[in-house]
């Protein structure tokens, strides 16, 4: 009870538990830590959250999400922007090499961009953020040039707020990497990542490990460590990604001291790895626990029963069952570790049982049968559904569990057909970027929960507002607007455990679930 308390308390206070210790670092070493599975590229054209974790730590991007998920300088260590909002540009910062001795210079951005632009007809594996920057969805770059070695400059057919933030989103990997990359034909030459970053690659053994080595001459950043933006000075001679992909298995080489760092714990085990002398770091996540709701459905068109069920599901309880203590309720599209995020964004229809029967027999429902679709693949979810069928019962509604496989599950979301889902939307740094995952018409895209022209023209204001507190207060006009109409019941954002060694110094968790090794020291 006293361990749950302390995690209650840590969460309400959004605080990250760090590894630190007094005195300066040490020096040497090597940190392991442990990736469920390998990655798939060393030039990020194949693809997924592994892979960028162990990739953001050989190259450098422009700009990086700090920790409260702002944008911040990384490479480019400042940047202006034109009066009109249509120019970028960003100014390198001095003395950056490469890992085998070349400078680090302007152009060599331009090149990589220029060749990832053109992928989308160049090759069987097109860049994956394409859409964010050729205009399909918006924004559009009109051009990219060097005007000088330290200089970068952007032009924009139109101002954009989304710009600098799909800039710096880790999936985007718009980092600089040097040309020497590529052959004579412009091929990616294999075992190659010639980047910039704090730490070099010494050997990736397929299957087993990545390891990286300390870049000796890497000149970091003076801002402090901050998310991906800030100081990234090493203290560990290696870090090796060790791939372990059962979670069991992973704790136990962490307990025999076989490897340094375990990522993304699961909340039930928190207690027990602690008593194994072992150090939990948190951060609350970004990942969106939520019950979808099909609005078109005859039953659950009716706005009375979609409130009804809101009063009748405890969020706070399911938030402290499912997370330990650590998460706290929230059902809006504004995550605890945002920028923008305050109280007003957790207000909701209280946990009322009369009320919500009041509203039910308002609404003349009479016990018709009402499917609620989950799948085992994702725990979580399923304990979701689980906890959420209790509650929905407990004022006569009559729901039912359907267990469906993942694959079928997403295909019914993407069909539209389902009446409950109880589903978890994947973590996205930009409060607008989750909005935008469920908002907008349902005819053009059934997975659509959110489909009110109303609220759809908050969402567009307040992705063209020009600062973070004009684009908090459309948030919040949106918010209460979904308080009114419960589109879908946003449950909680399940929190970032990581676990550490006793000997790790320094190591944080952070929103974005991905492990940073800098800054990090072991103690000998």
């Known amino acids: 009870m006293r361990k749950m308390l302390f995690f209650a308390m840590l969460a309400m206070a959004a605080l990250t538990t760090h590894f630190a210790q007094a005195g300066e670092p040490q020096r040497g070493g090597t940190l392991s830590i442990v990736i469920p599975s390998d990655i798939r590229s060393l030039d990020a054209t194949r693809f997924n959250a592994i892979t960028d974790t162990v990739l953001h730590h050989i190259y450098e991007p422009l700009v990086g999400f700090r920790d409260d998920l702002t944008v911040g300088p990384q490479l480019a260590e400042s940047w202006d922007v034109s009066a009109d909002g249509r120019i970028y540009t960003f100014h390198l910062r001095q003395g950056t090499t490469y890992h085998n001795g070349d400078k680090v210079v302007a152009g060599d951005f331009k090149w990589l961009w220029d060749r990832r632009m053109a992928s989308a007809t160049s090759s069987d594996t097109p860049w994956l953020c394409i859409p964010e920057f050729n205009g399909s969805r918006g924004l559009k770059v009109e051009s990219v040039e060097a005007t000088d070695d330290a200089t970068i400059v952007f032009q924009l057919a139109a101002p954009s707020t989304q710009f600098l933030t799909h800039l710096a989103d880790p999936v985007c990997n718009a980092w600089i990497a040097s040309p020497k990359n590529v052959d004579a034909v412009g091929q990616w030459i294999d075992g190659s990542a010639i980047g910039s ?57 962490l307990f025999a001291g076989q490897v340094d ?25 970004l990942s969106h626990a ?43 599209g504004v995550p605890e570790a945002s920028a923008l995020f305050d109280k007003s964004f957790q ?12 509203l039910l027999a308002e609404a003349g429902y009479k016990g018709e049968l009402i499917k609620l679709q989950t799948n085992k693949s994702y725990t979580s979810m399923y304990e979701n559904a689980v906890i959420v069928q209790g509650m929905l019962t407990a004022i006569g509604m009559n729901v039912e569990i359907e267990t469906l496989d ?23 740094a930009d409060p607008l970027v989750i909005y935008g995952a469920f908002m907008g018409k349902k005819s053009e895209k059934p997975a659509n929960q959110w489909d009110d022209p109303a609220a759809f023209d908050i969402y567009s204001k307040a992705l063209a507002a020009g600062n973070l507190e004009e ?32 000997k790790v110094v320094g190591y944080e968790a952070w929103a974005l679930d991905k492990p940073r090794a800098w800054g990090v020291s072991k103690a000998h």
Not at 200 to 221: C, D, H, S, T
Not at 243 to 249: G, L, R
Not at 481 to 493: A, K, N, R, S, T
């Open 347 to 358: 207000d909701w229809p209280a946990y009322d049982l009369e009320s919500a029967k009041r």
């Open 290 to 332: 939520a019950i979808l709701i099909q609005t078109q459905d005859p039953l659950l068109s009716n706005v009375k029963i979609r409130l009804a069920m809101a009063h009748a599901i405890d969020l706070a309880q399911i938030a402290q069952v499912m997370s330990n203590g650590v998460a706290q309720p929230n059902p809006s």
């Open 406 to 428: 993942w694959a079928t599950q997403v295909d019914n979301l993407f069909a539209g057909k389902f009446q409950l889902m109880s589903f978890g939307y994947a973590p996205r």
């Open 471 to 502: 684009r908090k207060t459309l948030l919040q006009k949106l918010h209460a607007m979904m308080v009114e109409q419960i589109p879908m019941l946003g449950l909680y954002y399940p929190p970032v455990l990581d676990a550490a060694s006793p």
């Open 261 to 285: 760092i375990v990522p993304s714990i699961q909340s039930s085990r928190v207690e027990e790895i602690e008593s194994k002398g072992v150090t939990i770091s948190s951060a609350p996540g």
């Open 197 to 253: 970053g704090p730490f070099e690659l010494k050997e990736w053994k397929k299957g087993q490990y990545v390891a990286l080595g300390r870049f000796a001459n890497y000149v970091p950043l003076t801002q402090k460590r901050d998310g991906y933006s800030g100081d990234r000075t090493t203290y560990v001679d290696e870090v090796r990604f060790v791939v372990i992909p059962d979670k069991t298995a992973a704790e136990t080489a």
